[in-house]
């Protein structure tokens, strides 16, 4: 049994209270209550048994030790039913003999992809979109992407805007074009003219590490 504590079906925006939900997984009944304090990625999948979303699946698994060091656990979610998603993680374990370490959600109704906007309104199915949504430890929604069924994300890319988000939570820094963790960060643009270094104009060329 799948229940979206929300009423609304507005599309998710940045610095939005993610919605809370409580849905059968692969691993249990889980609540988006029971990630708080730590960040976690929220992503929807088209369908079970399909060829891209099993690319993806196997990716998350065999990075899912750098989200874990990162502080971020990993929440997938379909519209298939838990048997549907218990039968393809053994699948994927059986035939690639690797283990899908985190829950994967059921949501036949479609809820909570509806209370996400991971769905439209009047769609029905969820083939045609992949989204992604980074939760921070106080259920807030920093950042969240959205491909189509028949292009896959990237593991890398999903790990970099993780990171990055991380390094500029405190509000003293930014991350550039291309950051990757480790990387510099740009300081804050200066507020007044005596703050401004020589010749940096309104572009800031100082960084700082994190």
């Given at each position: 049994?799948?229940?979206?504590?929300?009423?609304?079906?507005?599309?998710?925006?940045?610095?939005?209270?993610?919605?809370?939900?409580?849905?059968?997984?692969?691993?249990?009944?889980?609540?988006l209550?029971?990630?708080?304090?730590?960040?976690?990625?929220?992503?929807?999948?088209?369908?079970?048994?399909?060829?891209?979303?099993?690319?993806?699946?196997?990716?998350?698994?065999?990075?899912?030790?750098?989200?874990?060091?990162?502080?971020?656990?990993?929440?997938?979610?379909?519209?298939?039913?838990l048997?549907?998603?218990?039968?393809?993680?053994?699948?994927?374990?059986?035939?690639?003999?690797?283990?899908?370490?985190?829950?994967?959600?059921?949501?036949?109704?479609?809820?909570?992809?509806?209370?996400?906007?991971?769905?439209?309104?009047?769609?029905?199915?969820s083939?045609?979109?992949?989204?992604?949504?980074?939760?921070?430890?106080?259920?807030?929604?920093?950042?969240?992407?959205?491909?189509?069924?028949?292009?896959?994300?990237?593991?890398?890319?999903?790990?970099?805007?993780?990171?990055?988000?991380?390094?500029?939570?405190?509000?003293?820094?930014?991350?550039?074009?291309?950051?990757?963790?480790?990387?510099?960060?740009?300081?804050l643009?200066?507020?007044?003219l005596?703050?401004?270094?020589?010749?940096?104009?309104?572009?800031?060329?100082?960084?700082?590490?994190?």
């Amino acid at each position: 049994m799948t229940e979206a504590i929300v009423q609304s079906i507005s599309p998710i925006r940045m610095g939005d209270k993610a919605p809370d939900f409580r849905a059968r997984t692969t691993m249990g009944e889980k609540s988006l209550a029971d990630f708080r304090g730590q960040w976690l990625i929220f992503f929807s999948h088209p369908a079970d048994f399909t060829p891209v979303c099993t690319t993806e699946f196997l990716a998350l698994a065999r990075a899912v030790d750098r989200f874990e060091a990162a502080g971020c656990a990993l929440l997938g979610l379909s519209v298939d039913s838990l048997y549907s998603h218990l039968a393809w993680v053994r699948a994927i374990e059986d035939q690639h003999g690797i283990k899908i370490p985190f829950p994967i959600v059921e949501d036949p109704s479609m809820a909570v992809g509806r209370a996400y906007g991971m769905i439209d309104e009047t769609a029905v199915d969820s083939t045609a979109i992949r989204s992604s949504y980074f939760i921070d430890p106080e259920g807030v929604v920093r950042a969240s992407t959205c491909y189509p069924h028949n292009v896959g994300r990237s593991v890398a890319e999903m790990l970099r805007l993780l990171c990055a988000l991380q390094a500029v939570s405190d509000g003293k820094g930014l991350t550039p074009e291309g950051w990757q963790n480790g990387d510099p960060l740009l300081a804050l643009p200066a507020a007044t003219l005596s703050e401004m270094l020589p010749g940096q104009g309104w572009f800031c060329q100082k960084v700082e590490t994190k």
